[in-house]
């Protein structure tokens, strides 16, 4: 299952660890993605998507219409 926000793509990045010598290592910056269910009452029906938390609070201020939508207009696949 790949850890991939169903709304906005974000994804996991690459970076490097850092140690106090200076070595760098690779490592991995994860999204924070929360299975959620999401009430669309023009279809009169609940959808459940894989969102990050930043994801939610734009949800939570713009409405989930409004942010499907947009996620549409990007090309994003969504329900």
Known sequence: M?????LTGKR???GNNV???NNKTKRK?????QKKRFY???QDAWVTLKVATSTIRTI????IMATLKKA????FIVY
């Open 2 to 6: 790949a850890r991939v926000c169903d």
């Open 29 to 33: 910056f994860y999204p924070n993605l």
């Open 60 to 63: 939570n201020k713009n409405g």
């Open 19 to 21: 140690s106090h010598a």
């Open 12 to 14: 996991t990045r690459v």
């Open 40 to 42: 669309i009452p023009e």
């Open 72 to 75: 549409k207009e990007q090309g």
